[in-house]
Nanobody, 119 residues
Framework: QVQLVESGGGLVQPGGSLRLSCAAS????????MRWYRQTPGKERELVAT????????NYADSVKGRFTISRDNDKNMVYLQMNSLKPEDTAVYYC????????????WGQGTQVTVSS
C-alpha cells in the first residue's frame, strides 16, 4: 500500500533553514507528481509546492516563492522541501502528498511533520 513518511521538522529561529524529507513506498514513485502541503489549526490545508514526475517542473505558493525549493530523487523514492529564510508564519504541520488513480483519483498523505519558527 501507498506510504508516505515525512521527517525533518523541528524548531528553528526566524531566518533559519530546514529540509523536510518524504520517503515514499508502495507505488511506482517516478510516475507521479508529488506535493507538499501545510496546515495550521483552524485553517484549510494549503498547497505549498508541487514537483512533476521527473522534476522538470515545479510550482510554489506565492507565500514561499524564492525561499522554498522542492526536489525529488526517483532512485531513492524521496521528495524534499528545502526551506530557507523561514518566517513565523511558516509555522505549520507539513504534509507530503500524492494523488493516484483515474477520475478524481485517491489522495494519499503522510502523517505530517511539525515546523515551528520562533525566537
Amino acid at each position: 500500500q501507498v506510504q508516505l513518511v515525512e521527517s525533518g521538522g523541528g524548531l528553528v529561529q526566524p531566518g533559519g533553514s530546514l529540509r523536510l524529507s518524504c520517503a515514499a513506498s508502495g507505488f511506482t514513485f517516478s510516475r507521479y507528481a508529488m506535493r507538499w502541503y501545510r496546515q495550521t489549526p483552524g485553517k484549510e490545508r494549503e498547497l505549498v509546492a508541487t514537483i512533476s514526475t521527473v522534476g522538470g517542473s515545479t510550482n510554489y505558493a506565492d507565500s514561499v516563492k524564492g525561499r522554498f525549493t522542492i526536489s525529488r530523487d526517483n532512485d531513492k523514492n524521496m521528495v524534499y522541501l528545502q526551506m530557507n529564510s523561514l518566517k513565523p508564519e511558516d509555522t505549520a504541520v507539513y504534509y507530503c502528498h500524492t494523488k493516484q488513480g483515474v477520475g478524481l483519483g485517491t489522495d494519499y498523505w503522510g502523517q505530517g511533520t511539525q515546523v515551528t519558527v520562533s525566537s
